[in-house]
C-alpha cells in the first residue's frame, strides 16, 4: 500500500490550500485516516483524522474551524482543505491510514498503518 499526497505549496497568510492523498495497493478496506504535521524543530502532531465512512471527524484545536478533512472512497482518496492558513501552519504534511489488507485481517480487527512521504507547506507573513 502507497500514499501519495499532493498540494502542498507556498501561500500566504490568509490564504487557502487543498491537500490530497490517494491510496493505492494491495486495500481490502481503510478503517480510518489521518493528517499529521510535523514543523521544523518540533514533533509530528494530529492535525485530523476521519473514519471509514466520514461520519466523525476529529480536529486540533489549533485548526478547528479553518480545516476541513474529507474522503472519497471510491477514490480511495482524502483531502484536507486549509482556510485562513497561518504562519504557524508551515509544516510538512503526511497522510496516515489505518487499512486492513485482507478480510481475514478485518475480521480479526488486525490493521496495519501506512504514512505517506509527506508534502510541505509554508505560509509566508
Known amino acids: 500500500v502507497q500514499l501519495v499526497e499532493s498540494g502542498g505549496g507556498l501561500v500566504q497568510a490568509g490564504g487557502s490550500l487543498t491537500l490530497s492523498c490517494a491510496a493505492s495497493?494491495?486495500?481490502?478496506?481503510?478503517?480510518?485516516m489521518g493528517w499529521y504535521r510535523q514543523a521544523p524543530g518540533k514533533q509530528r502532531e494530529l492535525v485530523a483524522t476521519?473514519?471509514?465512512?466520514?461520519?466523525?471527524?476529529n480536529y486540533a484545536d489549533s485548526v478547528k474551524g479553518r480545516f476541513t478533512i474529507s474522503r472519497d472512497n471510491a477514490k480511495n482518496t482524502m483531502y484536507l482543505q486549509m482556510n485562513n492558513l497561518k504562519p504557524e501552519d508551515t509544516a510538512v504534511y503526511y497522510c496516515?491510514?489505518?487499512?486492513?489488507?485482507?478480510?481475514?485481517?478485518?475480521?480479526?480487527?488486525?490493521?496495519?498503518?501506512?504514512w505517506g512521504q509527506g508534502t510541505l507547506v509554508t505560509v509566508s507573513s
Open positions: 496516515n491510514a489505518e487499512h486492513f489488507p485482507t478480510l481475514a485481517t478485518m475480521l480479526s480487527s488486525r490493521y496495519l498503518e501506512v
Open positions: 495497493g494491495s486495500i481490502f478496506s481503510i478503517k480510518a
Open positions: 476521519i473514519t471509514n465512512n466520514g461520519g466523525s471527524t
